[in-house]
């Protein structure tokens, strides 16, 4: 299987004998009762997957095991560890070279120096007002996605280019807000830019209360070092700083100087309203495309400094995203950009054609394609069924959902019969889903997303589920009765964004109850889940325009003050008597 694993010049055949070594060892050698349960690891081999060289830990290992006779459960147990990393170091490669094989993305990975460096900042978003002095501030709005099937995770970059006729989603762009609050109900990510005299890359994560000059490229390619990897990672998706300049020699500042045609920096500033990271509403991929689209604009890669997104526009910045959201960590599926594109969408995984990069590499395209329901097709009558029946809440648990994702992939990869089932069953509801969807039948609905949770994502991945939902959903179907018509696990797990379907007519006394009821089960479980804010209510409506883009000028021409909104929020959380003051 090693053999097979070093000479198969196939991709997808290395993944997967990869991830088959990391089960024999780490599940049958590890534990085999001949082998001893303890012994030495070298340091060699855990220096070399510490610096990422998943490799040559492997040819120590291997060495060890092979020519030195150690066979004991450390020695597995480490060989183990740096296949599975090693399986998804190869996907990672495989969305680098997906990426850079689209016609759009060539620039990114073949600049080759300042010489042939290609963008260009319009001129008037480098000029200040003559009255105010202000420069411009570029601001893309994005809303979130709602997400009534995928299909068992279907979306993730390996199931969607290695099963593309399994990979379908259907979701919903939606602006939010907290219920009970004088809020307006707006899109949830923003995203401003501005030029700035300073030489640097200014970045600020107003709702992460974090902030950092960057200087150099060293340090703008570190995504670890801090609490920015996501908006490092869209600068480097964008192009500005393309992932080509990595380890190259050249200043920082004379990047920004070609770029800004001036001596100058940029200042980046995000801001998340009213959603904690880890929400399962895509806030991260959302975020991740807004930054990605606003500096394109500002770049002058998208030449419209106003309104929505172009179709091919959207596409771009689509698939820039997935090469951030590798590059910074988070490695989520394309369904999570939905918020790019408006209404109600379907999104299907595409079979590779010849003449396309995925061509002879996968089965389907690094991106889908998106089908958006026109008001022909899903009338305002039915939309308001769909918004009238959702009842759209925040459990306030925050969790990382990579693991999640990993061991998606890896089961998909393994092929384990009840997992498999499991999917095929995900994949036979889906149709149904759409079609209750499409014409507004939320009862049936109901029980057909119900019976998704409960048939397919929970026998694919049981860790999805959590006592504070398991209660939740009981209380409610007992106290509601024939008026609950079904549960909805948004993203990757639960316990974050989630929603119930209702009667409609009881959908105001479902929400007050559903808040009291999730503050009694935060107390009861405050000790056991990662509560990061107080659970909330949401109220939401179906957003048609996808990320909108606005120039602020003048007067207008201002960021949000990161110092300001923290206080804001404290204020907020502390009115329920729990101060939170968490990164969001």
């Not at 040819?59 to 060989?79: M, P, Q, R, V, W």
């Not at 993730?156 to 004088?182: Q, W």
């Not at 069924?385 to 990579?402: E, P, Y």
């Amino acid at each position: 299987l090693e053999l097979f694993r070093k000479s198969s010049t196939n991709l997808y055949h290395k993944v997967r004998a990869s991830l088959f070594l990391f089960v024999i060892y780490r599940f049958y050698l590890e534990k085999n009762e001949k082998v001893v349960q303890h012994g030495k690891i070298p340091f060699r081999g855990v220096k070399a997957a510490f610096e990422r060289n998943f490799e040559k830990s492997i040819d120590i290992y291997l060495k060890e095991i092979t020519k030195n006779g150690h066979h004991n459960s450390a020695i597995f147990s480490a060989i183990a560890e740096s296949y599975y990393n090693l399986s998804f170091k190869y996907l990672l490669d495989q969305v680098k070279l997906s990426i850079s094989h689209c016609n759009e993305n060539f620039l990114l990975f073949n600049v080759k120096g300042l010489d042939d460096y290609p963008y260009s900042v319009p001129a008037e978003l480098t000029t200040p007002d003559t009255a105010t002095g202000l420069y411009p501030v570029g601001v893309d709005t994005s809303p979130v996605r709602l997400d009534p099937s995928h299909s068992g995770w279907s979306d993730i970059f390996f199931l969607g280019m290695d099963f593309p006729e399994g990979a379908r989603v259907v979701n919903l762009s939606v602006n939010l807000k907290i219920h009970s609050t004088d809020e307006p109900v707006i899109p949830p990510c923003e995203c401003y830019c501005r030029f700035t005299e300073e030489p640097v890359i200014y970045l600020i994560s107003v709702d992460l209360k974090a902030s950092k000059k960057i200087s150099t490229l060293e340090e703008l390619f570190n995504f670890g070092n801090d609490y920015l990897s996501l908006l490092k990672a869209g600068v480097v998706a964008s192009g500005i700083v393309p992932p080509c300049f990595e380890k190259k020699n050249i200043p920082l500042k004379d990047i920004l100087q070609k770029l800004l045609n001036k001596p100058g920096g940029i200042e980046i500033v995000t801001k998340v309203n009213n959603i904690p990271k880890g929400s399962r509403l895509a806030v991260s991929t959302t975020l991740l495309s807004t930054v990605i689209s606003r500096l394109m604009r500002f770049s002058g890669q998208i030449k419209n400094q106003t309104g929505p997104l172009k179709e091919e526009e959207r596409r771009i910045a689509a698939s820039r995203a997935i090469l951030g959201e590798w590059l910074g960590g988070s490695g989520g599926g394309w369904q999570d950009s939905g918020g790019l594109w408006p209404g109600i969408k379907l999104i299907s995984g595409k079979l590779a054609e010849k003449g396309e990069p995925e061509f002879g590499v996968s089965r389907g395209c690094l991106l889908p394609e998106h089908n958006v329901f026109s008001r022909d097709r899903i009338s305002k009558d039915i939309e308001d069924k769909i918004v009238n029946s959702l009842v759209l809440i925040h459990g306030g648990i925050s969790q990382d959902a990579g693991p999640i994702l990993e061991m998606v992939t890896e089961k998909y990869l393994l092929r384990y019969k009840k997992e498999w089932l499991a999917r095929k069953k995900g994949i036979y509801l889906f149709d149904k889903i759409v079609d209750a969807l499409k014409i507004g039948d939320m009862k049936n609905l109901g029980r057909l997303t119900t019976r998704d949770w409960e048939e397919s994502i929970q026998r694919i991945i049981p860790w999805v589920n959590n006592a504070f939902t398991e209660d939740l959903i009981n209380q409610l179907k007992k106290e509601f009765k024939k008026d609950y018509w079904g549960f909805l696990m948004l993203g990757g797990m639960s316990g974050g964004g989630m929603a119930f379907i209702v009667n409609p007519k009881i959908k105001k006394p479902f929400e007050d109850r559903a808040d009291v009821i999730m503050q009694e089960l935060k107390h009861l479980y405050r000790s056991s889940l990662p509560f990061i804010i107080n659970p909330v209510v949401y109220d939401f409506e179906l957003n048609h325009n996808g990320n909108v883009a606005y120039l602020l000028t003048g007067t207008d021409a201002k960021i949000p003050d990161m110092h300001k909104v923290s206080t804001e929020n404290k204020t907020y959380n502390s009115s329920s008597n729990l101060l939170v003051n968490c990164p969001a």
